[in-house]
T-cell receptor, first 115, second 112 residues
Framework: DTGVSQNPRHKITKRGQNVTFRCDPISEHNRLYWYRQTLGQGPEFLTYFQNEAQLEKSRLLSDRFSAERPKGSFSTLEIQRTEQGDSAMYLC?????????????FGPGTRLTVT | RKEVEQDPGPFNVPEGATVAFNCTYSNSASQSFFWYRQDCRKEPKLLMSVYSSGNEDGRFTAQLNRASQYISLLIRDSKLSDSATYLCVVTPNAGNNRKLIWGLGTSLAVNP
């Protein structure tokens, strides 16, 4: 499968625990995005990487959230001291580097439940 | 005011009906416009891009009115398989970021 992959697909954790999600983008895509989607809402932008550089972070990304893309390939999103309000679907998307590459390709998401 | 606003829905229509979704956006500098489709508990998938000249893909027609900051999606001869949530999406800037700003989505149920 050459699409965007995310792991794990589902994560249940207790409040206060740390969790880490992984995203593997389409191999030739240098742009990578994280979004969060809660029930009944559209996705919300969290952060953007171009290669290994994190170029934009949303105000939604509190200091408990950190994202990395150390080698410009896969990315991780870590949430420290999880809260019930963190329960959501975390979506990763990647985009190619052509001037007309507008489409973002989404992975299947990681569904986080904080109990 | 939300950056992207859509019809609240849900829409319940019979097979074969024509249904129209509307969307408005607040940032007049927005650059690119899309309709995404999302099935229950799945990731969103691009349905079509939206251009000022309007564009059509089979039973789907999308239109953009930059002056009114308005986007529409028309589905003709709706099928059961069209049942999904339709999300209006814009990119607010022309730079390399092109982050997507999403509406809440409008739920469509096509009934036999």
């Amino acid at each position: 499968d050459t699409g965007v992959s995310q792991n794990p697909r589902h994560k249940i954790t207790k409040r206060g625990q740390n969790v880490t999600f992984r995203c593997d983008p389409i191999s030739e895509h240098n742009r990578l995005y994280w979004y969060r989607q809660t029930l009944g809402q559209g996705p919300e932008f969290l952060t953007y990487f171009q290669n290994e550089a994190q170029l934009e972070k949303s105000r939604l990304l509190s200091d408990r959230f950190s994202a990395e893309r150390p080698k410009g390939s896969f990315s991780t999103l870590e949430i420290q001291r999880t809260e019930q309000g963190d329960s959501a679907m975390y979506l990763c998307a990647s985009r190619g580097q052509g001037a007309n590459s507008y489409e973002q390709y989404f992975g299947p998401g990681t569904r986080l439940t904080v109990t | 005011r939300k950056e992207v606003e859509q019809d609240p829905g849900p829409f319940n229509v019979p097979e074969g009906a024509t249904v129209a979704f509307n969307c408005t956006y607040s940032n007049s500098a927005s650059q690119s416009f899309f309709w995404y489709r999302q099935d229950c508990r799945k990731e969103p998938k691009l349905l079509m891009s939206v251009y000022s000249s309007g564009n059509e893909d089979g039973r789907f027609t999308a239109q953009l009115n930059r002056a009114s900051q308005y986007i529409s999606l028309l589905i003709r001869d709706s099928k059961l398989s069209d049942s999904a949530t339709y999300l209006c999406v814009v990119t607010p800037n022309a730079g390399n970021n092109r982050k997507l700003i999403w509406g809440l989505g409008t739920s469509l149920a096509v009934n036999p």
